[in-house]
């Protein structure tokens, strides 16, 4: 008398939780995102009575400036020598780029003016001081 085997392996994979694992790994990477809210120097910048936005953020490259004499660009530090070619080479890359100096109140105006200097070297020429809004 011959038996017939009934097992049979069952090699498909349940995927009834993976909607819920996905949804709790997004909600968990949500959660433990930090977003940093600037880069640069630690700065104190000026008041201004009236203060303009930029229209677009995009095109828009950071000079911070500390009180200190430190020029930082995109989290690196850089001596005024060395600014027109780094931004000559934004500059080249992005014709529309507008420069946003955030220099602290209590910065040496020989440095602003050297770093003007330099900028007009690179053909930076669009420039805009970054300030914030007095409180009367």
């Known amino acids: 008398m011959a038996f017939n085997r009934k097992t049979q392996l069952d090699t498909e994979i349940p995927t009834a939780s993976m909607p819920d694992i996905i949804f709790m790994l997004l909600i968990f990477f949500m959660v433990t995102t930090v977003l940093r809210e600037y880069s640069g120097l630690p700065i104190e910048l000026p008041r201004a009575k009236r203060i303009e936005k930029l229209k677009s953020k995009r095109h828009t490259s950071h000079i911070w400036v500390s009180k200190d004499g430190l020029i930082s660009i995109e ?44 900028l007009r070297k690179a053909d930076a020429l669009k420039l805009n001081y970054s300030t914030k809004t007095a409180v009367d």
């Open 75 to 118: 989290d690196k530090l850089y001596d005024v020598a060395s600014v027109r070619h780094v931004m000559y080479e934004k500059r080249v890359s992005d014709p529309q780029l507008t420069v946003s100096l955030k220099a602290d109140e209590s910065a040496k105006m020989k440095l602003i003016s050297g770093l003007h200097v330099e």
